[in-house]
């Protein structure tokens, strides 16, 4: 067991070692760079020409690459060009907000997909099982940022229940306790409802799937001949084995929750990673860009180890 943890963490090592040095060049290679943003006219030459001396833009590309490969492995991850402080800064203060809200869209969805799969169930094949397969099959098939605007259109523009946008109202930042954390909540409903929405028939139709197959398995039956109702059978005795796949779902859901969803941050404006990122992308903040890459893909790996680790607890078949 040590010996292949041991090998998943070397191959994770190299994973993110090969993701951040692609990254690299690929931005480094595309046409322009951080000083070519600088497009008023009323900064001069010799302005432009110190920022790109100040970070390194106008020294050769492996120069580059080693300077920043060494001071990655020292666990420096630089300074924004954008932003002008430390990169481990700036992931810092995005990554619990991105945490916060990926997090409650994730148990939305898997909450909402596990309800709605074993109410399919109680009457397979029926009208009320092919009403909820259309509808999941239609959410799982619309694009986030519709999703997302209409939303803000029905429920803040129309409607004005709910903030269309930002984590808190412009006094917000002045209240505290209860105050606080209400209005945080009326801002999270929207995001969170457009992340759950497409993926709740996800799940859904993958656990439906799951359930028809655990329905008609052995132990099953032998609880539905000891007096067990179908009702007891299916969530007594399938739900808990047709739920193991949903591991394997969850772990792979870890960089999701760690990157964040990159449209919903942003039509939202929501203050997280996603958000940070397309902005870093905009002004070609490579230090950023790097920085956030790295923790996407650590967290890549690490949810990868985790789904493994955790299946092997759920089903000791995989053990052996």
Do not use: K
């Not at 001071?71 to 810092?92: C, I, Y």
């Not at 956030?292 to 180890?305: C, D, E, R």
Request: proline fraction near 6%.
């Amino acid at each position: 067991m040590l010996r292949w943890a041991l090998r998943r963490i070397a191959a994770g090592v190299l994973l993110v070692w090969l993701v951040a040095t692609v990254t690299f060049l690929l931005v480094s290679l595309s046409p322009g760079d951080a000083a070519s943003r600088l497009t008023d006219a009323r900064i001069p030459p010799a302005a432009r020409a110190r920022f790109r001396h100040e970070f390194g833009l106008d020294r050769p590309l492996p120069a580059r690459y080693a300077s920043w490969l060494a001071s990655v492995a020292r666990g420096d991850l630089g300074t924004s060009w954008t932003l002008r402080r430390p990169v481990s800064e700036a992931l810092a203060e995005a990554l619990p907000n991105t945490l916060l809200l990926t997090s409650l869209g994730l148990l939305l969805e898997l909450a909402g997909g596990v309800v709605l799969a074993v109410v399919q169930l109680r009457r397979p094949h029926g009208a009320g099982d092919r009403a909820i397969t259309l509808a999941t099959l239609t959410a799982y098939a619309l694009p986030t940022f519709g999703v997302a605007l209409a939303l803000i259109a029905v429920f803040s523009y129309r409607w004005h229940l709910l903030p269309p946008s930002h984590m808190l109202s412009l006094d917000g930042e002045m209240r505290h306790g209860w105050a606080r954390a209400v209005d945080l909540a009326r801002h999270l409903v929207l995001p969170v409802a457009a992340i759950g929405v497409t993926g709740v028939g996800a799940v859904a139709r993958y656990l439906r799937g799951s359930l028809l197959d655990e329905r008609t398995e052995h132990y099953v039956l032998a609880a539905r001949a000891r007096g067990c109702s179908p009702r007891q059978a299916l969530l007594r005795h399938a739900l808990p084995n047709a739920l193991l796949p949903l591991i394997t779902m969850v772990g792979m859901s870890l960089p999701f929750l760690v990157s964040g969803s990159l449209v919903v941050e942003v039509v939202f404006s929501w203050p997280g990673m996603g958000q940070l990122m397309y902005n870093a992308a905009l002004g070609r903040d490579l230090p950023l860009l790097l920085g956030g890459t790295i923790v996407a893909t650590v967290a890549v790996v690490a949810g990868n180890l985790l789904a493994d680790a955790a299946y092997a607890v759920a089903d000791p078949r995989v053990r052996v």
